[in-house]
């Protein structure tokens, strides 16, 4: 069975700190993994997929993420926060099974930038 | 339309009352999916369409949970009877259908059941 686990509900950082948000996953297989980030009040918006064609993700906002096979990690940073990127943040994961991609979500980690 | 529609954004119902929550796909994105988000449950699946049919309702919670899609497009999520645990933001998301195509959301109806 896929599971997902992010590491720490609640991570906080200084404007123009690194953000480092974890996440773990459970695959038989090589997946597809997703990082989706929801801002108050809003939807999901996708953030990053990984989909085998590189390790390192780039994504929007300048956000990229690393995936170790090894480490079956897929964390996802950021070199310098912004007060605008307070959001909660979600990793995902899916297998294209029976036709059809059901992702499987993490917890979530609520992001804090303070001044 | 240009992303995800759901409608209404906020419900608020009383106990034993049935409600109907309505998603808008993008358009030409044959797959539907709704979800759940609730405090403590986290994100939930609880249906996939593929055209207008339903083959996966493996995370509808319970008999009174219904869900229905015509013409391939707009999708009807019915909740009868409803329950005080039912309250919680109900998503849907739609995207191609091919090998892990990105599933792109809607804002959410946000139901609270008194």
């Known amino acids: 069975a896929q599971s997902v686990t992010q590491l720490g509900s609640h991570v906080s950082v200084s404007e123009g700190a690194l953000v480092l948000l974890r996440c773990n996953y459970s695959s038989s297989v090589p997946p597809y993994l997703f990082w989706y980030v929801q801002y108050p009040n809003q939807g999901l918006q996708p953030l990053l997929k990984y989909t085998s064609a590189a390790t390192l993700v780039k994504g929007i906002n300048g956000f990229e993420a690393e995936f170790k096979k090894s480490e079956t990690s897929f964390h996802l940073t950021k070199p310098s926060a912004h007060m605008s990127d307070a959001a909660e943040y979600f990793c995902a994961v899916t297998l294209f099974s029976g036709g059809y991609n059901k992702l499987i979500f993490g917890a979530g980690t609520r992001l804090a930038v303070h001044p | 339309g240009a992303g995800v529609s759901q409608s209404p954004s906020n419900k608020v119902t009383e106990k034993g009352k049935d409600v109907e929550l309505r998603c808008d796909p993008i358009?030409?994105?044959?797959?539907l999916y709704w979800y759940r988000q609730s405090l403590g449950q986290g994100l939930e699946f609880l249906i996939y369409?593929?055209?207008?049919?339903?083959?996966?309702k493996s995370g509808l919670p319970s008999d009174r949970f219904s869900a229905e899609r015509t013409g391939g497009s707009v999708s009807t999520l019915t909740i009868q009877r409803t329950q005080q645990e039912d309250s919680a933001v109900y998503l849907c998301?739609?995207?191609?259908?091919?090998?892990?195509?990105?599933?792109?959301f809607g804002p959410g109806t946000r139901l609270l059941v008194l």
């Open positions: 998301a739609s995207s191609f259908t091919r090998d892990g195509e990105t599933q792109y």
């Open positions: 358009s030409g994105h044959t797959a």
């Open positions: 369409f593929q055209g207008n049919s339903a083959p996966d």
